[in-house]
């Protein structure tokens, strides 16, 4: 499997992303983050259900957020064309963190944090990650270089 088809995403700013001065919305930023870090786990082959709570059902392990941060390098403006570059790091047997690196046209415009623990759904406890997110974050490892368009 290429790895720039689940580590390396692209889109278009559109004009509902961005403010009243016509610049990328900030909280924007933490949406693309998220919203890339579930296209990378369906690209590679996990499914949104094994990971993500449904309404009526709840997955064993849930992966919240414990931290985040955005630093933004260059204004975006609608129509410009974005690469987000996926960096997903095992931290220690219950956390991993993924960050992200935005360019357009080969320039370095933001970096993007999250990092997630996996806990318990029901009594909210520390737990081991997913077998499919280990996987994930195996690969990604060996795929470390992958440079955005």
């Known amino acids: 499997m290429n790895p720039e088809s689940w580590l390396l995403l692209c889109r278009t700013v559109r004009f509902g992303d961005t403010d009243a001065a016509g610049v990328m919305h900030f909280p924007q930023l933490l949406h693309w983050c998220h919203e890339a870090y579930e296209e990378s786990l369906e ?49 220690d047997p219950g956390c991993f963190e993924v960050r992200y690196r935005f360019s357009s046209n080969g320039t370095s415009v933001a970096e993007g944090l999250t990092r997630h623990l996996a806990i318990s759904s029901s009594e909210r406890a520390r737990r081991a990650l997913p077998a499919a997110i280990n996987r994930w974050l195996e690969a990604s490892s060996l795929q470390r270089g992958v440079q955005p368009l």
């Open 43 to 91: 690209r590679f082959g996990i499914a949104a259900a094994d990971v993500f709570p449904r309404p009526g059902s709840r997955p064993e392990i849930a992966l919240p957020i414990v931290h985040c941060s955005a630093d933004f390098f260059q204004p975006l403006v609608c129509g410009d064309p974005l690469a987000i570059a996926l960096e997903p790091q095992h931290l």
